[in-house]
Every structure is written in C-alpha cells, then in structure tokens.
C-alpha cells in the first residue's frame, strides 16, 4: 500500500519562505507524476504544481514565479520552495503520487502566512 506523507508546514510572515517535503513510499515502481494541491479554509482543493519524471513542470498561474517544484525520483520524493509568501498562501498543502492512473494523497501539512 502506497503511503504518502508531507512535511515542512509552518507559521510565518508575509515574504518569508518555506520548502515543503513529501515522500511516497510502499511500491517497488516509482511514482510518475508527482505534485501539490492546497486547499484553504472554506474554498476546494486546488492544484499547485506537478513534475513529471522527466523533469516537466506545470505550476497554477497563482504560484508561478514565487514557488518551485523539484523532485528526487531516486529517493520518491517531491519538494516545493515557496517564496514571498501571502497570506492567501494559506492552506493545507497536499502531495499527490500518481502511479499509472491511480493517485494517492497525503493528509496535508498546514501553512500559514500572516501579513
């Protein structure tokens, strides 16, 4: 069984940075495309970012420019560096593994951003 499990959430203020971890770990394959969907108070999920294993990258219009979305295909992992953060950052950031069609979710890790 595939679990999935983020780390590196946080409180800070507005401008400041932090780097998001996730690790996908339980299949003998590795994942293919991996990413991040956040998902604030009140609103639906949405998605973030995502990799592909060759190194693709797409990023929500939103993020574009402030966050990074790199992964370790070796190691099964995926990372976002968000910087100048807002407060609409705020939100539970959720990993998602995608492994040949079926997706698999973390239980999200929390970012705050005061302003």
């Known amino acids: 069984q595939v679990q999935v499990v983020e780390s590196g959430g946080g409180t800070l203020q507005l401008g400041g940075s932090l780097r998001l971890s996730c690790v996908a770990s339980?299949?003998?394959?590795?994942?293919?495309?991996l990413g991040w969907y956040r998902q604030a108070p009140g609103k639906q999920r949405e998605f973030v970012a995502t990799i592909t294993p060759f190194g693709r990258t797409d990023y929500a219009d939103s993020v574009k420019g402030r966050f990074t979305i790199s992964r370790d295909s070796a190691k099964n992992m995926v990372y976002l560096q968000m910087n100048s953060l807002k407060p609409e950052d705020t939100a539970v950031y959720y990993c998602?593994?995608?492994?040949?069609?079926?997706?698999?979710w973390g239980k999200g890790t929390l970012v705050t951003v005061s302003s």
């Open positions: 998602n593994a995608d492994y040949a069609g079926t997706n698999y």
């Open positions: 339980g299949s003998r394959y590795g994942a293919l495309a």
